[in-house]
């Protein structure tokens, strides 16, 4: 699987938005861009994930660049809760393929 | 999203002894489930892939014979650390595949060895 690049942390302020970048360049055509978070002593939870086009769900939007080697998650506004640290993963699907991750980043949200 | 539970989620035992953490899926039947181990201040590492009813695939460097693991059912997996040791205190994450792409991740296990 592609290895990602993540700044270490970053911060922004409650109700904001936070851009969320992640660095895929040797990602392969069949690889999805994958975007967890784990907030501290919990399991990673699902945020969204997408293969070329721009998604979007409750919790975030996933904006792939068009030559794929970048993307960036966005949470609209973002609340304390939000802080964490958080997982893009480049993966593919299917029986065989599992999830790697790397290092992350730590979003903190301030009031 | 579906919903993946572990137990227990802490476990404080003495070295020597051995461990068992069970891995439930609880809305969704899961064909494959996976466990990784994280050590404080660092990421998720990849222990073992398993699938229903086959022997588990190990990632380089983890020692199949310590860390057992069985997937019995399509609802159930269980990861057992034989002869625990302190250096083997971590927490325990175990993930489950409903249908493909969705991955979803248990609470975790705080395993504490004495």
């Known amino acids: 699987d592609a290895k990602t690049t993540q700044p270490p942390s970053m911060d922004c302020a409650e109700g904001r938005a936070a851009n969320l970048p992640c660095n895929h360049s040797?990602?392969?055509?069949?690889?999805?861009v994958y975007w967890y978070r784990q907030i501290h002593s919990q399991g990673p939870q699902y945020i969204i994930h997408g293969l070329k086009n721009n998604e979007t769900n409750e919790m975030a939007s996933l904006i792939i660049t068009e030559d794929r080697k970048s993307s960036t998650l966005i949470l609209p506004h973002a609340t304390l809760r939000d802080t964490a640290v958080y997982y893009c993963i480049v993966s593919v699907t299917g029986a065989n393929s599992k999830l790697t991750f790397g290092k992350g980043i730590t979003l903190s949200v301030r009031p | 999203g579906a919903v993946v539970s572990q137990h227990p989620s802490r476990v404080i035992c003495k070295s020597g002894t051995s461990v068992k953490i069970e891995c439930r899926s609880l809305?969704?039947?899961?064909?494959?489930m996976f466990w990784y181990r994280q050590f404080p201040k660092q990421s998720l590492m990849l222990m073992a892939t398993s699938n229903e009813g086959s022997k588990a695939t190990y990632e380089q460097g983890v020692e199949k014979d310590k860390f057992l693991i069985n997937h019995a059912s399509l609802t159930l997996s269980t990861l057992t650390v034989t002869s625990a040791h302190p250096e083997d205190s971590s927490f325990y994450i175990c993930s489950a595949r409903e249908g493909t792409p969705y991955v979803y991740f248990g609470p975790g296990t705080r395993l504490t060895v004495l």
């Open positions: 809305d969704f039947q899961a064909t494959t």
């Open positions: 040797t990602i392969s055509g069949n690889e999805y």
